[in-house]
């Protein structure tokens, strides 16, 4: 592609070298630039991509786009930018084409949720004969084709990539979710999208926000910039759902299990198969629980209603659907006790599975709770987690989840804090989680329930920088033939 085209909408203040260059590829990792590339530097909360720029060139990139020119080398193009991070997205998009112009991308974003509603919704499009691409948490798809993901929202270059071979698949849709961190640090720039979705809002990456409130204005952030064309859609439920689109263009409409909305809904009855709902005034069975995942319906509901589905076809389609891997997921022990396995990493979220398992107990069975917290991440979290687990459940194993590069005694110690005395009695600690999940397994009789939360859809563990095998459904099942 020609530089000039690569461009297009790019705000250059100055450059230096060779600009009638034909750019073969566009990357922000040094290491992937090979001959006739342009190397975007970008400065990383981490690594400053300046750093890169003598390999990126030893590579052979034709093009540097960085916000500092030092010892340009003959022969190679620099682009001078304000600020590469905000200009990366575009570039991208120009390269592989403009994607989001060929196909309808709807952006899912929020605390919780995200991930069951753009997976419900990639299913669901599928059903109904489209060809669709999902960018999620557990895994992205191109239409039928499965492809491993480290984020859950990627990098702009790969995003691209990923939307343009959607494209080329022919896919009619894509339903995305949308990370805070993605969001601030404009890996979506340049994308359209023809609706948005707001899930809720509650205390997480604080590690990187710093505050609640700059968490908020990056979720906020993503409806500011939706185009008046496009569509928002958000749950009133949670306190900031009017925040979340007071300032957007798009046209806004609101879902909600407890008020007048746009789409509304109310659970009939509910079991650990799933649940009767009314949705605007109409019957559904679902093979979800709890209210949580009525709120996560509601939005898929809505989201098609808005893309110009027919009602019923959406209703038909949804009672066909099945949960996410790794979210709410019911094993049955051949003892009579019941095994869920959620992602639950947030103390609300903790909250909302804990209450979609009293909702069906009502009362009659105990609840053994299997959680912990992840090593360097926000460490304010870990007491509530704890707190919130208690509060709930007849006794708690806190254990290891991924402790990274922490010692996880440590990061049992940062739970423990939020167990007071009279608690303590119904708290264990054991550090080991596949000991944890064991233990569990043995205290449950019939028709109890034990939450193993936190890793859900996961496979491994990060101890110490090193990824281990490991699967919370694995060792559940293991200990059923004990």
């Known amino acids: 592609?020609?530089?000039?085209?690569?461009l297009n909408g790019v705000s250059i203040l100055d450059h230096k070298g060779n600009m009638d260059i034909d750019v073969k590829g566009v990357n922000i990792d040094s290491r992937k630039v090979g001959?006739?590339?342009?190397?975007?530097?970008?400065?990383?909360?981490?690594?400053?991509?300046?750093?890169?720029?003598?390999?990126?060139?030893?590579?052979?990139?034709?093009?540097?786009?960085?916000?500092?020119?030092?010892?340009?080398?003959?022969?190679?193009?620099?682009?001078?930018?304000?600020?590469?991070?905000?200009?990366?997205?575009?570039?991208?998009?120009?390269?592989y084409g403009n994607p989001t112009e060929k196909l309808k991308l709807v952006g899912v974003t929020g605390t919780n949720g995200k991930t069951t509603i753009a997976t419900v919704l990639y299913n669901m499009f599928r059903k109904m004969g489209h060809k669709v691409g999902l960018l999620s948490t557990v895994v992205n798809y191109i239409d039928g084709e499965a492809v491993a993901t480290d984020h859950t929202t990627p990098d702009p270059v790969t995003l691209n990539e990923l939307l343009a071979k959607m494209v080329d698949a022919g896919c009619e849709y894509a339903f995305m979710e949308v990370s805070s961190h993605s969001i601030v640090q404009n890996r979506i720039g340049g994308l359209k999208f023809v609706g948005g979705l707001f899930t809720n809002i509650t205390r997480d990456h604080l590690d990187y926000h710093k505050t609640f409130e700059n968490y908020l204005k990056a979720k906020k952030l993503f409806f500011d910039r939706l185009p008046k064309e496009a569509f928002a859609i958000t749950n009133i439920d949670d306190k900031n759902g009017l925040v979340m689109t007071q300032n957007t263009q798009a046209t806004v409409k609101t879902y909600s299990v407890q008020n007048a909305a746009d789409f509304k809904a109310k659970i009939i009855e509910c079991h650990f198969d799933g649940m009767l709902l009314e949705i605007n005034g109409k019957e559904v069975n679902v093979q979800f629980i709890g209210?949580?995942?009525?709120?996560?319906?509601?939005?898929?509901?809505?989201?098609?209603?808005?893309?110009?589905?027919?009602?019923?076809?959406?209703?038909?389609?949804?009672?066909?659907?099945?949960?996410?891997?790794?979210?709410?997921?019911?094993?049955?022990?051949?003892?009579?006790?019941?095994?869920?396995?959620?992602?639950?990493?947030?103390?609300?979220?903790?909250?909302?599975?804990?209450?979609?398992?009293?909702?069906?107990?009502?009362g009659?069975?105990?609840?053994?709770?299997?959680?912990?917290?992840?090593?360097?991440?926000?460490?304010?979290?870990?007491?509530?987690?704890?707190?919130?687990?208690?509060?709930?459940s007849d006794k708690v194993i806190l254990t290891s989840d991924n402790p990274r590069d922490e010692e996880p005694e440590d990061i049992l110690n940062d739970m423990l804090a939020g167990v007071t005395d009279e608690q303590a009695g119904k708290v264990l600690t054991i550090v080991d989680r596949r000991q944890a999940i064991k233990t569990a397994c043995m205290m449950a009789q019939n028709g109890d329930v034990i939450l193993v939360a936190g890793k859900g859809h996961e496979d491994y563990q990060i101890i110490k920088g090193v990824k281990h095998h490991f699967d919370d459904k694995e060792e559940i099942r293991k200990c059923f033939t004990i």
Not at 1 to 6: A, N, R, V
Request: charge should be neutral; include cysteine; aromatic fraction near 6%.
């Open 1 to 6: 592609m020609k530089l000039q085209q690569l």
């Open 364 to 392: 009659k069975g105990q609840v053994i709770t299997v959680c912990g917290a992840g090593g360097n991440r926000d460490k304010g979290k870990r007491p509530l987690m704890a707190k919130e687990a208690i509060k709930q």
């Open 35 to 95: 001959k006739g590339d342009m190397f975007i530097a970008v400065k990383g909360t981490a690594v400053d991509g300046h750093v890169y720029i003598p390999k990126a060139v030893e590579q052979g990139a034709s093009v540097i786009v960085c916000e500092k020119i030092d010892d340009p080398v003959s022969g190679v193009g620099y682009l001078l930018v304000e600020n590469t991070e905000q200009i990366v997205g575009q570039i991208a998009t120009n390269f």
């Open 291 to 362: 209210r949580f995942n009525v709120s996560n319906l509601l939005a898929v509901y809505g989201a098609a209603v808005m893309l110009g589905k027919d009602v019923d076809d959406v209703l038909i389609a949804l009672s066909a659907m099945k949960p996410v891997n790794g979210r709410f997921e019911a094993l049955r022990s051949p003892k009579g006790f019941t095994a869920i396995v959620d992602y639950a990493h947030t103390p609300d979220a903790l909250e909302n599975v804990l209450n979609a398992i009293h909702g069906v107990l009502q």
